[in-house]
């Protein structure tokens, strides 16, 4: 179910950016939903093992490793800002994929929605350097195809 999917992604990115665990409240609001909603659709995430509640001031929902499973996510990436235009967006690079000499596809967790044609587009990690311009986006597969106009991995070995 998409709007699962959503939750589920947004739960999975903005934990492994902040190490918080998430409200309802605050989810509702990133993913432009009422909190009822939320708070529904959190029951079945929550029984299919996807995530788990926690109780307190600082309680909410933390993401399981199913979750990282389910979304295909590597754990070792999570750290990895996307960068729009230089600033950080809160979105995480999930894989890079270089269709070409000059084009590549980002699959991101989080929302593509908040990209644009010609946006520039930067990541940065230990092992690797990525910029490039939007060209075009895939919504439904949370990627960004992009040019390129630097990218440099270093060898992991």
């Known amino acids: 179910m998409p709007v699962q999917k959503d939750i589920i992604s947004t739960v999975v990115r903005i934990y492994g950016t902040n190490g918080n665990a998430l ?6 609001k990133v993913l432009e939903r009422s909190e009822g909603t939320i ?3 959190m029951q079945n995430i929550r029984a299919l093992g996807l995530v788990e509640s926690r109780t307190g001031p600082y309680g909410g929902y933390i993401p399981t490793s199913l ?3 389910v979304l295909n996510f590597d754990k ?7 960068y ?3 600033e950080k967006t809160g979105i995480l690079l999930n894989q890079l994929t270089i269709t070409s000499s000059n084009m590549a596809k980002l699959h ?12 520039e587009i ?3 990690s230990e092992n690797l350097i990525f910029c490039g311009r939007m060209i075009g986006c895939d919504s439904s597969n949370n990627t ?3 040019s390129i106009d630097v990218a440099y991995m270093a060898s992991t070995n």
């Open 76 to 82: 070792s990436k999570m750290n990895i800002p996307v």
């Open 84 to 86: 729009k235009n230089e």
């Open 108 to 119: 991101i967790l989080g929302d593509t929605h908040n990209f644009e044609i010609g946006d």
């Open 23 to 28: 409200k309802s409240s605050e989810l509702a």
């Open 39 to 41: 708070r529904n659709q």
């Open 67 to 69: 979750a990282y499973e």
């Open 144 to 146: 960004l195809l992009t």
């Open 122 to 124: 930067k990541i940065a």
